[in-house]
């Protein structure tokens, strides 16, 4: 439910988009961690293997080849929280930051990034729910 309750799960749906304006890449990986208190549900992705590690908290995509004629590659990761009494009047953090390492696969230049994403309960950018994502007693 959205505001999440305490003592209710709710899952939100993350979806993952890399988009590349030009040239192939080979040996595509993006990592994510998931923080504690929250659970991978599922994560698939219809390009390469997308794996999650429930002990270790993290979801892996795996892309061995993007040719040049692909702009778009998405995935879809499930992930739930189940609110505590101590976290009212909290957003509670989903996903902070993904690792991309990929390689040029004309140039063979690495390619290694950071970027920030900050996701947390509120889902800003979801225009249906966005701002609603304050946890509430039950």
Not at 61 to 85: C, F, G, H, Q, Y
Not at 111 to 128: E, K
Request: net charge neutral; glycine share 8%; charged share 20%.
């Amino acid at each position: 439910p959205l505001p999440p309750r305490v003592g209710s799960t709710t899952t939100a749906a993350l979806l993952l988009s890399l988009t590349k304006t030009t040239g192939s890449y080979r040996g595509v990986d993006l990592t994510f961690a998931i923080p504690d208190g929250v659970d991978i549900v599922r994560a698939q992705a219809p390009i390469g293997q997308i794996t999650s590690d429930r002990v270790n908290r993290t979801v892996h995509w795996v892309i061995d080849s993007v040719p040049e004629n692909i702009p778009l590659l998405t995935a879809d990761v499930r992930v739930s929280v189940t609110p505590k009494l101590s976290d009212v009047g909290r957003v509670l953090p989903l996903v902070s930051s993904v690792q991309l390492k990929a390689q040029d696969a004309k140039t063979g230049l690495a390619i290694s990034r950071t970027i920030p994403l900050g996701v947390s309960t509120n889902l800003d950018g979801d225009s249906q729910v966005s701002g609603r994502g304050v946890v509430v007693a039950e």
